[in-house]
């Protein structure tokens, strides 16, 4: 089910919008250019994308992606719109985030939206390369 957001200048699944954060130079660049959306729900705000993929049924891996100039408060208060709309409208019981080790700022926004620190895991990035992560999580609130 995909409900409307309530967000001004929200939308899912807007490759255009998702690929204006991903391919910003300051974030992935243009290597990470999408071409199709694949299985996933992915919502875009200019200057932020949270994605969401299914790896187990009622589970879901997020991912965010924010340019320099939404970074701190306002990337946070759109999240924590996205996270609210999520837990309102998806059929989800648990978010997974993955967060590279050395994401200190990106770390700390994770526990800013409630996720709680599972601890550290060693996984290849889509790069081929095998890097620290740290696990976060979050419950559906009762």
């Not at 071409?35 to 879901?60: A, C």
Request: with cysteine; charged share 20%; hydrophobic share 45%.
């Amino acid at each position: 089910m995909i409900a409307l957001l309530p967000i001004p200048g929200a939308a899912i699944n807007d490759l255009d919008a998702i690929n204006a954060v991903l391919t910003h130079p300051a974030v992935f660049g243009e290597a990470a250019r999408l071409k199709d959306m694949g299985s996933g729900l992915i919502v875009s705000v200019p200057g932020v994308v949270v994605g969401f993929q299914e790896v187990r049924p009622r589970v879901h891996e997020c991912h965010q992606a924010v340019v320099p100039e939404m970074r701190g408060r306002p990337a946070l208060e759109i999240m924590r719109r996205v996270r609210d709309w999520w837990w309102a409208t998806q059929p989800s019981d648990l978010m997974i985030a993955p967060i590279p080790e050395h994401k200190k700022p990106a770390r700390f926004l994770m526990h800013l939206l409630g996720f709680q620190r599972i601890g550290p895991y060693r996984a290849v990035s889509n790069d081929g390369i095998e890097r620290e992560y740290v696990a976060y999580q979050m419950e559906r609130p009762q």
